[in-house]
Structures are given as C-alpha cells and as structure tokens.
C-alpha cells in the first residue's frame, strides 16, 4: 500500500496495523478518496478486511452517517477535516445507518500524518464501536420517558381518587345530616304551611301578599328539604328494570318543555331508538330534569337547550347541551361537590344528587365546557347490561 509520494508502508508496520486490537483506519491520500480498515474497523463497517471504505471516494458506500442526529457531508467527517484542516479531531461520536437499518455508533479520533516538510500526506483514524452501551442508554431514556409518563397518570388517578373520596365523605356526611334532620324539621313546617292557608282565606287583603310570599319561602325550604332526602337514600338499594330509556325520557318531556316556556326559553329533543338496559326510571328521570333546568338556567332568553340519546358499541346514554356562557375551570373540576354553586338562591345538591345517582347505576357523568355552552353526558356501561 502506498502514499501518494511512493513511501511504501513497511510490512512490520502493516502487520501492527492489521492485528491492532482497536479500529483503525488509513487514508492514503489528504482528501481521503482511499480510507483502508484493519480487520476490528472492516468489521465494524461491515467489509473485508483491506478494502476500501470512504464516502470521498468516486464510489461512496450507500451507508448514512449522522452526528448529533445530523446526517454528514463527506467533508464533514473526522478523517476529511483532518486532512483538509491539518487538525486532530478527538472523541467524536457518530452514527452509521445501513439500508437493511443496522446502525453502528463509534467514537472516532483522527491526525494527519505529515511528512518533514509538513505536508500532509494522508490520514490515521481510530474507532471504537459503542453501540450497544448507546443503545443501552437510549432504552433507558425510553423506559424512563414512560416510566415518568405512568407515575403522571397515576398521580392523576390518585388525585381523581382522592377528589372523589373527598365528595363521597361529603355526600355521607350530608345524607347523615339529612336522615337525622330531614323529617323532624319537614313536619313543622307542613303544620305552619297549613295554617297560613287557612288564614290565607280571612277577609285581611292587605295581608295576602305577606302569606303569598311565607307560602313561597316554605315551598323552597320543603324543596331543599326534599333535596337532602335525596341524598339521604344514596345507601338504599334503588330497584332497577330493564326498560326503554326513549319512553322513559318522553313521559317527563311535557314538564321540561313547560319550564322552558316559562322561563322564554326552548327545549329542542333529538331522540333515537336505542338499545333497553336496566335502571331506575324515577333517578335517571331526576337526573334529567335536574340537568336541562340547570341548563335553562344557565341559558339566556330565547335559548335552546338539546337533549339528545346516542348509543355506541360500548356506550349509551343522553346528553344536554345549552348554549350558556361556559363553567369556569375552577368549577368545572369540582362539579358535583355538596353545596357548591354558582347560583344566588342554589344549594349545590342537585348535581351533587346526579352524580350519586350515576355512580349507582355503574355510569358516569362527562362535561364539556366553552364560551359557548355547556353540555352533560351521562353514560352508561353496555357491558354490565343484563
């Protein structure tokens, strides 16, 4: 083998060169069209020993080589740089890629061998192959990226565990509340309310507005009343039948579209055949008229509010969407919490008394939030469907 001013390589030093234990490569050229292996670096590079292998040369291998996830010129390369440049390149790491995809990363550090006049006459390289202990590492970034991927999930989980223990221990303590107070202070209340309408009836005109406006208070306080007692009964075994969730829906349609009109507001009902499950018609009813009045409430004069069944290969259920002006973030993550509201006259245990009723009946309760409106799922899971 030969430099290209004659100087032929001794054979006792090609025989060192051969048998090195480490990867070493040997252009003889200072632009590196001629870049011959020993027999650790051919392996590496996937040739025979001897041949040549440098992309400077006429015939480049059809092998990519990147650093740092770059791909590089031919000139950019360790051994190219240090024959142009007259620079010794030290520790650098690249990555060859092969069609079939088989890659090899080494370290590589290359001189430029000169002669007495400082002339380069061509250039010597070392490599070593560290693949395995690179694609060591990047398997450990990989377990790790999903190992921190799951603790975040889990920690999420925990958190929603912890949010729905905290609402749970809180609907015990209400219903608690309610079973103890709920009947004793009804019963006074049905006395007094009784005996403001049989003095309702006296000839005192000026009085009736007063007895309207005490009748009117107490019917709030029976309906809040009627709400912990509600609530009361989260323990009790409600009794469930398999039943048609459309026909179910049209028997109390007449009363939400009464509200509506009232309130100068629509009710817009898209129904749809679905599939017969098992559920208490009475809960699933007050889940219903708990959402669209909530939702009427939330909706501006002349607005429409839409219910709507919809059922999947997993999943059935109904929705109620309004055109309200959005729940605040802060709220939003919190929904279902006794006595929280946004209301000026609410108690925050209408939801609270939904979402009780959904996880009886093994469903949930989704809610999408904008600018735009507000809109409740409630669904059910098809595969607990007797």
């Not at 209301?343 to 093994?362: M, P, Q, V, W, Y």
Request: with cysteine; charged share 25%; net charge negative.
């Amino acid at each position: 083998m030969l430099f290209e001013t004659g100087n032929q390589i001794p054979n006792e030093y090609w025989s060192i060169f051969e048998k090195s234990p480490g990867g070493i490569s040997l252009a003889t050229d200072p632009y590196c069209t001629k870049i011959f292996h020993n027999a650790k670096a051919s392996s590496m590079l996937r040739i025979s020993s001897g041949c040549n292998f440098s992309h400077s040369a006429s015939e480049s291998p059809n092998v990519k080589v990147y650093r740092d996830g770059i791909e590089l010129e031919p000139e950019e390369m360790p051994m190219q740089r240090s024959g142009s440049q007259q620079v010794e390149v030290r520790e650098e790491v690249l990555e060859f890629v092969w069609e079939d995809d088989h890659r090899l990363v080494s370290v590589w550090n290359s001189s430029p061998i000169l002669n007495q006049r400082g002339d380069v006459l061509g250039v010597v390289a070392s490599s070593e192959d560290i693949t395995k202990y690179v694609l060591r590492e990047r398997q450990v970034r990989t377990d790790k990226t999903i190992l921190e991927k799951i603790i975040d999930e889990k920690v999420e989980e925990y958190a929603q565990l912890r949010n729905e223990i905290t609402r749970l221990d809180r609907l015990s303590l209400v219903a608690q509340m309610a079973a103890s107070i709920s009947h004793e202070v009804r019963n006074p209340i049905t006395t007094v309310r009784g005996f403001l309408q049989l003095m309702q009836q006296s000839k005192t005109p000026n009085h009736h507005n007063y007895y309207d406006l005490i009748i009117s208070e107490l019917d709030r306080a029976n309906e809040i009343i009627g709400n912990f007692l509600s609530l009361a009964k989260h323990n009790d075994p409600q009794e469930c039948e398999e039943q048609d969730l459309l026909a179910t829906f049209q028997a109390v349609m007449p009363i939400l579209e009464a509200d509506a009109l009232m309130m100068g507001k629509r009710i817009k009902f898209i129904p749809a055949q679905v599939s017969r499950l098992s559920f208490n018609a009475k809960e699933i009813q007050q889940v219903l008229i708990n959402l669209v009045r909530n939702s009427l409430e939330a909706s501006e004069k002349g607005a429409c509010v839409t219910i709507s069944l919809f059922e999947s290969v997993v999943q059935l259920g109904f929705s109620v969407k309004d055109e309200g002006k959005g729940i605040p973030p802060h709220i939003l993550k919190k929904l279902g919490t006794p006595f929280l509201t946004t209301k000026e006259n609410g108690t925050g245990l209408g939801l609270s008394i939904c979402f009780d009723i959904a996880r009886r009946h093994d469903a949930e309760i989704k809610i999408q939030s904008d600018e735009r409106g507000s809109t409740f799922h409630f669904i059910f899971n098809k595969s607990d469907k007797p």
